[in-house]
């Protein structure tokens, strides 16, 4: 299964990565996340792990995940394992200071014969409010970019009025 989408958000490329990849306050910024707790120590980056826990299809569900990919601002990969499927999803972020482009793609790959055989099916299934609660996420992320935007140039026009006066 394939699921693909995008958003543009307008903020600069810096800040949306950096808040796409801002894992301990992620539960924070996604309503669907319950908690998000990173394992070990050390900067974000390829190798870090963590635990999520969401909620999907009016359930809690906790998946362990791990960047095995990070190319700051550009791109980061994310992997885990669950069900006996082994899930794929690579961010990728376009743009300069006044506007980027995120895009999302992710993959699974069946690994034991009960997800072969019960995946597709399954798939059929999710694909649409995977899409949705994907969709979402980016949704609640963009909002929280374009606020600190949006406060940045406050501020800086509160400063600029500061100085004259």
Same mark, same amino acid.
């Given at each position: 299964?394939?699921?693909?989408?995008?958003?543009?958000?307008?903020?600069?490329?810096?800040?949306?990565?950096?808040?796409?990849?801002?894992?301990?306050?992620?539960?924070?910024?996604?309503?669907?996340?319950? $908690?998000?707790? @990173?394992?070990?120590?050390?900067?974000?980056?390829?190798?870090?792990?963590? %635990? &999520? +826990?969401? *909620?999907?299809?009016?359930?809690?569900?906790?998946?362990?995940?791990?960047?095995?990919?990070?190319?700051?601002?550009?791109?980061?990969?994310?992997?885990?394992? $669950?069900?006996? @499927?082994?899930?794929?999803?690579?961010?990728?972020?376009?743009?300069?200071? %006044? &506007? +980027?482009? *995120?895009?999302?793609?992710?993959?699974?790959?069946?690994?034991?014969?009960?997800?072969?055989?019960?995946?597709?099916?399954?798939?059929?299934?999710?694909?649409?409010?995977?899409?949705?609660?994907?969709?979402?996420?980016?949704?609640?992320?963009?909002?929280?970019? &374009?606020?600190? *935007?949006?406060?940045?140039?406050?501020?800086?026009?509160?400063?600029?009025?500061?100085?004259?006066?």
């Amino acid at each position: 299964m394939k699921l693909a989408i995008e958003e543009t958000i307008a903020a600069p490329i810096q800040l949306v990565f950096e808040l796409f990849t801002d894992l301990p306050h992620a539960a924070e910024h996604v309503e669907s996340i319950q $908690s998000l707790e @990173v394992i070990g120590k050390g900067p974000i980056g390829k190798g870090t792990r963590f %635990r &999520e +826990t969401r *909620v999907m299809f009016g359930k809690e569900a906790t998946e362990e995940m791990e960047i095995t990919a990070f190319d700051p601002p550009r791109s980061y990969r994310v992997e885990g394992i $669950s069900c006996g @499927v082994q899930y794929t999803t690579v961010y990728r972020f376009e743009g300069g200071q %006044r &506007e +980027t482009k *995120v895009s999302m793609e992710t993959t699974s790959r069946p690994l034991t014969l009960v997800a072969r055989v019960t995946g597709p099916i399954l798939g059929l299934m999710m694909k649409g409010a995977m899409r949705k609660a994907m969709a979402q996420d980016h949704a609640e992320l963009k909002r929280v970019a &374009e606020d600190r *935007v949006a406060a940045m140039a406050e501020a800086s026009d509160d400063d600029g009025m500061a100085q004259r006066g």
